[in-house]
């Protein structure tokens, strides 16, 4: 209702007190959900209530979207307009769309003055309603009133069964009375630490460090939750375990694993190459490739999560026995695969002492804060329902975290627990994660079950997530916050009550990629089961085929049984599926989102097929397509797209219909393959565009910039003849003009004559992430001091390019918010220096890569308050000589314990040099 209500065009209208009607009904549905208690919360079943309730939203929705598709289907298929394949509108159809508004305002009106509406006198009005009344009827305003009005009565009759039930609230959420609390006011989370005495980390090490020669599988066993891979992983960074081995990998496999995904991880940590470099290369090629990486030198690979001895074999051919101590760590819930994998020792993980277990519950609930006398009776008393197992106490704690902090809301988790005593292990640690879920705020629920759709153990993009997210209309905008920043609160959320793990931060410290602990997935999949909110192809579902509404195509799925199943499902509205292949089936009209979300193998041909032109009701489309012109034929009957993202085989024009639909968000074209041609005079003002990336050769016009008001992020691509490349061309220029640019890419090919355009830029003072790249020898000295100066600026890179003079010199007062430097090959940069010693004041983290005649680093930099890590990969051995200095000073002056390391990456023929440098402080990492 409020994509209708707000769109600039809208295809139908909705009458209005059946707009207030419905909206009344469902936010007193939602704030009555907020406060209910279900009587079979403990149980392994849906509430009957809830259901009925969601059905009735999704009846409503059904009722309405099946009115705006079959609209705009019966129109297209009936005519062929002479101008599809040129950068204009139909007139016709413009004319006609008009027609129909008229239509609807004056057939509603009647509606609205409750005035029985007779045949329409108007000829021409009579005519253009009947030729859209199809054999399913939903082109009727008629019918769309009284099939909404079959809703809003079965709402009435839920609000007053809702009415009579019990609403007494057990517990008061805290982000109940404030969802939106900055994090910079949020207590610090502990990040769910586990707690490991001396004794267990040092039978491992020991195992690891052991002279025996031949290559040696050290197996850590034990049930889900009990924490196997927290342990690999607290001695997989222990610094002496780093300095051991020359190369340290990690892979997590899962049931459904991919042995060709896991050798190209491998091959990537192995190699330092980018996973997308190795996406055209085979299964065989790989192997090879990671055996002859880790010939002859000593090696530790972490082999996660291995459920079968199947997937063992398929890989351990490619890890050589060397002779020189190299080790294979492997995780498994199968106590059995031990003895396959070696006779002579394994680790068995145990469960949490009664102490080991009341420090993690202290960390997770209060972090550094002082545990209160009043409720430690009561917590120890929880603490001990858990049984040691730390994923337990890990998720009792971020609910305990989230309430108040009183007797009485400890004691009804408490007393939730007592039911649990008597079940075996596995069912009470899923009995309890559900107890976790049931108390989840409602805003939350949907954005937790969703995160089951994703493949086991994914490392999910945060703004991956955000996206569908929007596209399901989970988010809505609070205060006026954006959605994205309503996404992320909600994700925070998440990850502070512990049921999603922070996998990966971004370089200025944000979240950029979550995963969810294998039981808590388990959960959601199996709560998303048994509500009907998604069903994965190939599963049984106890709500039938004919209601799902998100389908998930997950790995191996033969293509058969898909398109069997999706027969049956005429109201899907989501397909979600990993390996780029989208059915194609004729009754997907009522489709949302297309979500194919993996591009890993370039040669699959996988695109999406010319049926998406007939997909009117989608939002999101993210898939991979041969070229974008027969596709979108019809794009600007797309009414509701907010999210384009596209992988093109080939260059592709993207139609001028782009420049008339308002309503998008995110446009991004992988492999930097969509051509925006310029908008022509009768286009929108893309008022919700914040995203546009993968671009090539884009023209800043002052017409494009007037289009563009709210843009945050642009990624843009040049290349082409050098007639082409004169100083104004593309108007680069303009760029200072977009006020709400945060983030900004610019990329330009040898012979694309970049230095005037480069030199003439400039920046907005909002800009918080720039990076330039020039692969011509643009003189980056001409830009830097307009660069300094923007105040806001965060994560700053410069990728190639040179320095003429050979030298930076960083003022006084330049960089004042930057938190990211990053250099990468820019040749003849020879010295770096600092006119004062308080440069960088906001820095955290430095990368210099592939800089091979710089002489120094400035010695200023050790004096940084904020500095995390200095990142060095391939640079000259001045520069390392340097920051080794750098070090050695600050540890003389502050200790050994510094709040800042160093960390260097040599070819491993430079290890023997490079060994008398290692110590504290400074890391030595060597690459194939």
């Known amino acids: ?40 919360s403990n149980q392994d079943e849906a509430d009957p209530l809830e259901m009925r309730i969601a059905d009735a939203a999704y009846a409503a929705e059904d009722v309405i979207e099946s009115h705006i598709v079959d609209k705009i289907q019966e129109f297209l298929q009936g005519y062929k307009s002479p101008v599809s394949y040129r950068d204009e509108a139909d007139p ?47 082109g009727n305003p008629i019918k769309l009133y009284q099939d909404l009005q079959n809703v809003i009565e079965e ?50 090490m020991e195992k690891l460090v052991a002279d025996e020669p031949s290559r040696q599988v050290i197996p850590i066993t034990g049930m889900g939750g009990i924490g196997k891979t927290a342990l690999a992983q607290t001695v997989y960074t222990k610094q002496v375990i780093k300095e051991r081995f020359d190369i340290c990998a990690w892979a997590t496999i899962s049931q459904q694993y991919n042995t060709r995904d896991i050798l190209g991880e491998l091959v990537s940590q192995t190699s330092k190459k980018d996973e997308n470099q190795l996406s055209e290369r085979s299964e065989e090629d790989l192997g090879l490739e990671l055996y002859q990486y880790l010939s002859g030198r000593r090696f530790l690979i972490v082999m996660d999560d291995i459920w079968d001895i199947e997937s063992w074999n398929e890989i351990q051919h490619f890890f050589p026995d060397n002779g020189n101590s190299s080790r294979i760590m492997v995780t498994t819930r199968l106590s059995k695969l031990s003895s396959q994998l070696n006779n002579h020792y394994s680790h068995p993980m145990k469960f949490l002492d009664e102490v080991s277990s009341w420090v993690l519950f202290s960390k997770i609930v209060f972090g550094d804060e002082h545990f209160p006398l009043e409720l430690e009776e009561i917590g120890k008393e929880i603490v001990s329902r858990c049984r040691g197992l730390p994923l337990s106490i890990v998720v009792v704690g971020g609910i305990l975290k989230n309430i108040e902090h009183t007797q009485e809301c400890w004691e009804s988790i408490r007393n939730n627990l007592t039911s649990l005593v008597n079940l075996d292990n596995d069912k009470h640690c899923l009995r309890l994660l559900k107890m976790s879920y049931n108390h989840l705020p409602i805003y939350l629920k949907p954005c937790f079950l969703y995160m089951g759709v994703f493949e086991e153990d994914d490392a999910i993009l945060v703004s991956t997530i955000i996206k569908l997210w929007v596209s399901e209309g989970f988010l809505k905008p609070v205060d ?30 944000n979240i950029k990629r979550v995963k969810v602990h294998d039981l808590v997935r388990d959960l959601c999949v199996k709560q998303a089961n048994e509500e009907g909110f998604y069903h994965v192809i190939g599963e049984s579902s106890p709500r039938g085929m004919n209601s799902q509404r998100r389908i998930v195509i997950r790995r191996k799925t033969s293509e058969e049984k898909v398109f069997d ?23 997907f009209g009522l489709l949302r989102t297309i979500h194919a979300y993996k591009f890993r193998n370039f040669k699959e041909e996988h695109y999406i097929s010319s049926l998406v032109s007939g997909y009117v009701n989608l939002r999101h ?42 309503q998008i968000r995110h446009i991004v074209g992988i492999r930097k393959k969509l051509i925006l041609v310029d908008p022509s005079s009768d286009a929108a003002v893309m008022e919700n565009l914040a995203v546009l990336s993968g671009t090539l050769n884009f023209k800043f016009t002052d017409d494009v910039i007037m289009r563009i008001p709210n843009i945050k992020k642009l990624v843009i691509h040049y290349s082409g003849s050098k007639e082409m490349s004169h100083d104004d061309y593309y108007c680069l220029g303009n760029i200072q003009c977009m006020s709400k640019l945060v983030s900004l890419l610019i990329s330009s090919e040898s012979h694309f004559n970049g230095n005037a355009s480069l030199d003439k830029l400039t920046y907005p003072q909002t800009l918080k992430s720039l990076t330039l790249e020039s692969k011509s020898d643009f003189e980056w000295e001409m830009i830097l001091g307009k660069i300094g100066s923007l105040p806001l600026l965060e994560k700053f890179t410069l990728w190639r390019g040179c320095f003429g003079t050979g030298k930076w010199e960083v003022l006084e007062n330049q960089f004042p918010c930057l938190k990211y430097l990053r250099l990468v090959s820019c040749n003849n940069l020879r010295q770096w220096t600092a006119e004062t010693s308080s440069i960088f004041p906001c820095l955290e983290k430095i990368r210099l890569e592939n800089l091979k005649v710089l002489g120094n680093i400035p010695s200023e930099i050790g004096d940084m308050p904020l500095l995390q890590n200095i990142w060095i990969r391939h640079c000259s051995e001045a520069a390392m000589i340097c920051a080794k200095e750098i070090v050695e000073e600050q540890m003389y002056l502050q200790g050994e314990n510094l709040p800042f390391g160093i960390q260097v990456m040599v070819p491993l023929h430079k290890k023997e040099a490079m060994q008398s440098m290692v110590g504290p402080n400074f890391e030595v990492v060597y690459t194939g």
């Open 1 to 40: 209702m409020d994509d209708i209500e707000h769109h600039h065009s809208p295809p139908i209208s909705l009458h209005k007190h059946q707009i207030q009607s419905l909206t009344q009904n469902v936010i007193f549905l939602q704030e009555f959900l907020q406060g209910y208690k279900s009587p079979v």
């Open 565 to 587: 199943d999706l027969q049956s499902m005429p109201h899907a509205r989501s397909i979600i599926c990993e390996h780029g292949k989208v059915p194609q089936c004729q009754n």
């Open 480 to 509: 006026g916050e954006i959605l994205e920043i309503i996404g992320k609160e909600f994700l925070k959320g998440l990850v502070d009550r512990n049921l999603v793990l922070v996998d990966q931060l971004g370089s200025t410290g």
């Open 621 to 662: 489309l993210v898939a991979k397509v041969d070229s974008m012109s027969p596709i979108f034929s019809s794009f600007n009957h797309l009414w509701n797209l907010k999210t384009l993202i596209i992988l093109c085989s080939n260059e592709s024009i993207v139609p001028t219909e782009i420049w008339k639909m308002p």
């Open 155 to 204: 709402m009435d009759r839920l609000k007053t069964v809702a009415v009579e039930t019990n609403t007494v609230k057990v517990m008061v959420l805290r982000d109940q009375r404030n969802r939106f609390v900055s994090s910079s006011t949020r207590k610090k989370s502990s990040g769910g630490m586990m707690v490991f005495s001396d004794e267990v980390l040092l039978g491992i």
């Open 92 to 138: 016709l159809e413009m004319r006609i769309a008009d027609a129909a508004y008229a239509a609807e305002d004056v057939i509603e009106s009647h509606i609205m003055d409750k005035v029985r509406l007779s045949r329409p006198k108007s000829t021409k009005i009579r005519r253009f309603f009947n030729c859209f009344r199809g054999p399913k009827d939903n």
